[in-house]
């Protein structure tokens, strides 16, 4: 009984591993030929360095993962939010095609607008759960995630947000992760970079108070500077209907002798508040969040007034490493700009879901659910290298762990500090 056990375990064996030498060649409607050909190039180096992070995290070679998958996001496409929303999108396009051209697994992706609205989000998330949307992206920006991702939590689909770093987003919900940086962290994290450079000796704050991405990044700096000994001299606030005219906050600031401004805000009104600042003669430090970044490719905005301003960001466009220049170039030939933060997360976000995926053998006519369970078991267990962060875990919160960069301005490009 025992030799015949033996011989079928055998034979069972051989089977397997002629399944694994083969591979899907199933085609996806995101990727054209066109996007397939003009990624070549960064294709094979993403997907070398892929390669390793799922070896790394026992992946290998062996994975039966086969089929397309339904990938769907919604963001800003439209409207004042639109370079977030915009930039996500393509990020996650060009992975797409990239990992499409290898013949492996595929991904059919679709990007839905909803204009930095939550009702919005909520139509667009439908539209995509009609659609057959088995994975998803949440969505770009915090409040507008926090609404989908009650109707992901309620539906079982797994989603990673690229960048919705609200507290909100993820909490109480098992099956909703972030790429970014929670905005708690990006508040401590920033505070302690002050405090350990030593960049100000008086604190001044402008925040947006009806925003949960500024306000939460607010209260975090907040108690990590109080705790490490920063002198916070200054805390305004402004919000919508009131974010043109900064010169109450400006001027308190600089009454207060604040020697550094920081702005947990995006980069619309930090502009603004640049400008601002100039023409009153006031010429403190300014140190920013992920929020900043784009402000470089405003439509109209003076670079140098950006000159010397610091931000803690996961992504640097200017970074050296062969990862970094590879996918700079092919974005920039796709799309005729320089990448942002917002897309190298979304980039990062589909070889994530690609190595997970893989992890788990998973194939494209599981439905939304299956691949639900299988996603948080991933994804709490695997560690990633991706753009924005090598070594990369998640915790059963949804919350990534990775180490922000020191960033300034000089020149009009980023720099490393």
Not at 160 to 179: E, H, I, R, W, Y
Not at 216 to 228: P, R, S
Request: aromatic share 8%; charged share 20%; with cysteine.
């Amino acid at each position: 009984m025992k030799k015949t056990i033996c011989v079928l375990m055998a034979c069972v064996m051989l089977l397997c591993l002629a399944a694994c030498g083969s591979s899907g060649t199933a085609s996806s409607s995101a990727a054209s030929s066109s996007a397939a050909s003009s990624s070549a190039a960064s294709s094979s180096a993403a997907s070398g360095s892929k390669a390793s992070s799922s070896a790394a995290s026992g992946s290998a070679a062996k994975s039966t993962a086969s089929g397309t998958f339904k990938l769907g996001g919604t963001g800003p496409l439209t409207g004042g939010a639109a370079i977030y929303g915009t930039a996500a999108k393509q990020g996650a396009e060009l992975a797409v095609a990239e990992i499409n051209a290898m013949g492996g697994i595929q991904f059919d992706l679709k990007y839905e607008d909803d204009t930095h609205d939550a009702e919005k989000a909520v139509n667009a998330y439908n539209a995509l759960k009609d659609w057959g949307m088995q994975i998803s992206l949440g969505s770009v920006t915090s409040k507008p995630c926090e609404a989908t991702a009650a109707k992901t939590y309620q539906d079982r689909i797994f989603a990673l947000t690229p960048s919705a770093s609200s507290t909100a987003v993820t909490k109480g919900k098992d099956n909703m992760f972030q790429m970014c940086f929670m905005d708690p962290n990006q508040g401590s994290a920033s505070a302690k970079y002050i405090a350990d450079q030593k960049l100000g000796t008086k604190i001044a704050v402008i925040y947006k108070n009806d925003d949960v991405y500024s306000s939460g990044i607010y209260d975090t700096f907040k108690a990590k500077a109080q705790e490490l000994g920063l002198s916070v001299v200054s805390a305004t606030t402004f919000a919508d209907g009131s974010d043109s005219d900064f010169s109450v906050q400006l001027t308190e600031a600089q009454s207060s002798g604040a020697d550094l401004i920081f702005l947990p805000i995006y980069y619309t009104p930090a502009s603004l508040i640049l400008a601002q600042a100039k023409s009153m003669g006031y010429a403190p430090k300014f140190f920013g969040v992920d929020g900043m970044d784009g402000i470089l490719t405003m439509e109209g905005f003076d670079k140098s007034l950006a000159e010397g301003v610091m931000l803690l960001t996961p992504f640097s466009a200017d970074s050296t490493d062969a990862k970094t220049q590879s996918f700079v170039k092919s974005y920039k030939e796709k799309y005729n700009d320089t990448p942002n933060q917002f897309a190298a997360d979304a980039y990062d976000c589909v070889y994530a879901y690609k190595q997970a995926i893989e992890n788990a053998n998973a194939t494209g006519d599981m439905d939304a659910k299956t691949l639900c369970d299988l996603m948080i078991k991933q994804f709490t267990t695997m560690t990633f290298d991706g753009l924005t962060g090598t070594g990369m875990t998640w915790d059963a919160t949804g919350a990534v762990t990775k180490d922000p960069k020191g960033m300034v301005i000089k020149n009009g490009a980023y720099v490393g500090m």
